[in-house]
């Protein structure tokens, strides 16, 4: 007579307890990564970076040195040093291009010519672009007053674009250090990593999902932003050497224009146009047209060498994981954006083709049950 009220109160008890518990974790778990937060976006590069470059570890270990530690330790400074200067070169340039615009605008130098009659004829918006332009080329100064809201907004934009870049330098070079750490206990990471998404997925497929975690970061890494990154470089120091206009701004373009699958001629052409224009048909121009226009179709090489490795990732989820995690966390977000929101569609389909947990018992109820054989006369005669 006493069971029903013996059960209930245990069972209340028992989910109280479990409760308190669950909060306790909660609790620790929020409070470990508000501590971790800051350092969030820094690991992040990190752990990328060492999955994009070990296995060039891997290719030199016992060639170089015995150690992995000092395999890494030189693989990170060869990496630093080819691309610290040309990156550092390109970040100053940036900075110079957006404290130079500023300073235009702020002085009123910059002076826009007038429209021509025609552009009023132009359907829709033609009247209102007429207005507008005229406006602009005679009384510059009544225009910076009626936009001043919005202009603002672009110089605060503009100014946290400059701080970023600069962050993004240092945040690089420490991601690349500590990626080296990483890479010096390869090793062990791949088994941590193996044990934890084993914990979490099941035995079976805790190493399938860990390799295709890896499979996909080294396959954008390397395909898609690697491919972007070295034609900014390539085209960006052209740019800067030749005393281009806005190079480091014109740089940022190409490397988007890389990760987003555009070509890189889109900014290269009006480029070589424009040094054609202002310098002549010297020798000086002839070679830099010539320099600029091949490396903008370098990626035409590269993909069939990087981007076919590793898997498939369609383009729109590297396009919405570049653009949104520029927005969010600025030039360093443009690099993991896309990396991670690969990894996180990957590992979504995985989860819609699992069988439901329902088919699989139904299964694995099948295979156990003994078979139903007819049992007529003659079956086991003979």
Not at 119 to 133: E, I, K, M, S, T
Not at 155 to 183: N, Y
Request: glycine letters at 10%.
């Amino acid at each position: 007579m006493m069971q029903g009220p013996i059960s209930t109160a245990l069972y209340s008890r028992t989910l109280i307890d479990t409760l308190i518990r669950f909060g306790l974790v909660a609790l620790l778990a929020m409070f470990c990564f508000e501590i971790f937060r800051p350092f969030l976006n820094l690991i992040v590069w990190a752990i990328i970076l060492a999955i994009t470059l070990y296995p060039l570890q891997t290719r030199l270990r016992g060639k170089v040195f015995a150690g992995d530690g000092r395999t890494a330790t030189l693989i990170i400074a060869l990496v630093i040093a080819v691309l610290l200067v040309p990156t550092y070169l390109l970040g100053m340039a940036v900075i110079e291009s957006v404290e130079r615009a500023m300073d235009i605008a702020r002085r009123g130098e910059f002076h826009v010519p007038p429209p021509a009659e025609s552009v009023a004829g132009w359907p829709v918006v033609g009247q209102r672009l007429y207005d507008f332009w005229l406006l602009a080329a005679t009384d510059a100064t009544a225009l910076a007053q009626k936009f001043a809201p919005q202009i603002k907004v672009a110089s605060i934009t503009a100014l946290s674009a400059v701080g970023g870049v600069g962050v993004g330098l240092l945040m690089f070079v420490g991601a690349l250090i500590i990626a080296g750490i990483f890479m010096a206990y390869g090793e062990l990471g791949e088994r941590s990593a193996i044990r934890i998404m084993s914990r979490i997925t099941g035995s079976d497929r805790g190493p399938r999902l860990t390799a295709l975690c890896t499979a996909t970061v080294r396959a954008v890494a390397q395909g898609v932003v690697g491919i972007a990154f070295i034609q900014m470089l390539l085209i960006g120091i052209a740019f800067v050497m030749a005393g281009v206009p806005g190079a480091g701004l014109l740089a940022l373009a190409i490397l988007l224009l890389g990760i987003m699958q555009l070509p890189a001629t889109l900014i290269t052409i009006p480029v070589i146009l424009f040094v054609f224009a202002t310098d002549g048909m010297s020798v000086g121009s002839v070679v830099f047209a010539a320099y600029v226009f091949v490396a903008g179709l370098a990626d035409n090489v590269l993909k069939p060498l990087l981007l076919g490795r590793g898997v498939e990732v369609p383009m729109p989820v590297v396009l919405i994981g570049a653009l949104g995690g520029m927005v969010t966390g600025g030039i360093l977000g443009l690099f993991i954006g896309p990396i991670a929101l690969a990894v996180a569609y990957q590992l979504f389909w995985q989860w819609v083709d699992q069988p439901p947990l329902q088919s699989v018992e139904t299964t694995v109820k099948a295979s156990t049950e003994p078979s139903s054989l007819p049992t007529g006369p003659g079956v086991g005669e003979g």
